[in-house]
């Protein structure tokens, strides 16, 4: 397919004009605003990055189409992160329904759906990184250049931090936990800290999706999360505590009231905290990516990223 004749400024403003209730496909003109609060940068990716993927571009330069299908030619990497980000999208949808309109399983539901939508996420970031190494000729450290003394620096870190969970792994899946050197969060972390320069949003991500998952793992494979009920009020175990209450055993065994405080939540409050929580994080981490994807597709020097779309100036 010919490449399409683009001005970069007709397209930027052209692009801006987007929003999910105008251009969106049905789950987006109708859920879209439920993100708009705490992530913006959600919408504000889609407008700029998926869109042009799409046959609204074939209205150029007076109006988008209401054509949501792909253009023909599209690059395969691209078409998957387009889809990754729509796929995130809906899991923090889902989300958001559960805490509107509560079914009896809207805390497995919820806590499935938060971590599927991290799960996400790490793919986006890691699929973005490798984009912009593409877009720039550059290359990643940890898949690419790590030296002998390095590697085996890392399976150290992962002994230390993860060789006392493989015997209980065995116990309850009947099979070795993999060891996965390196592995993609540590992709992501090179990313986010090393090529982004943002260790302390690193930190707050990582620690936040991983007491998310921490959370959905034990939904999925132990017992009934322990629940406390108090004047009608139905109290869960925060999930950064949740490994110290596995068991029913560990949740009704605490009676010190200021442990209660300090590891158990009204469960509508901490679903609240939980999602805002991801969003807002998630909202910082779009800017970034957003940011070098902008430097590669508007300057005009740059010709990698547009041609992958092909647009040319």
């Known amino acids: 397919m010919a490449s399409m004749q683009v001005t970069l400024d007709t397209l930027r403003q052209l692009l801006n004009t987007a929003s999910y209730k105008a251009n969106g496909d049905p789950y987006e003109q109708q859920f879209g605003d439920l993100l708009l609060g705490h992530f ?26 209401n054509n949501i299908r792909f253009r023909q030619g ?19 949808v889902y989300a958001h329904v559960h805490l509107q309109s509560p079914i009896l399983s809207s805390l497995e539901d919820f806590y499935v759906h938060l971590a599927s939508a991290c799960d996400l996420v790490d793919t986006f970031l ?14 990643t ?40 050197l390196p592995s993609r969060d540590d992709l992501v972390k090179e990313f ?3 090529y982004l320069d943002q260790n302390s949003l690193w930190k707050d991500y990582a620690g936040h999706s991983k007491s998310v998952r921490e959370f959905r793992n034990v939904i999925v494979h132990d017992v009934q999360v322990g629940k406390f009920m108090c004047n009608g009020v139905v109290f869960i175990p925060k999930p950064r505590a949740i490994q110290s209450y596995r068991t029913w055993r560990q949740v ?3 009676k010190d009231p200021n442990v209660f405080r300090r590891d158990f939540a009204a469960l509508d409050q901490q679903l609240k905290e939980d999602l805002d929580l991801l969003k807002s994080t998630l909202n910082q981490l779009w800017e970034l990516v957003i940011h070098e994807l902008e430097l590669e597709f508007y300057q005009k020097d ?10 040319q100036i």
């Open 40 to 65: 913006p940068n959600c919408e504000r990716f889609w407008k700029m990055f998926v869109i042009p993927l799409t046959e609204r571009m074939a209205g150029y330069p007076i109006a988008l189409l």
């Open 74 to 92: 599209m690059n395969a990497d691209l078409e998957d992160i387009a889809a990754i980000h729509y796929s995130m999208f809906l899991n923090l």
């Open 126 to 139: 890691e699929k973005s990184y490798i984009l912009l190494l593409k877009c720039r000729g550059g290359q």
């Open 141 to 180: 450290k940890i898949l690419q250049a790590l030296t002998r003394d390095e590697f085996l620096c890392m399976a150290g870190e992962w002994y230390d931090e993860k060789y006392r969970t493989v015997y209980d792994y065995y116990l309850s899946r009947g099979k070795f936990a993999q060891m996965k």
């Open 192 to 194: 986010v800290k090393d």
């Open 252 to 254: 009704f065994s605490v």
């Open 302 to 311: 740059k010709t990698v990223l547009r041609h992958l779309y092909q647009l």
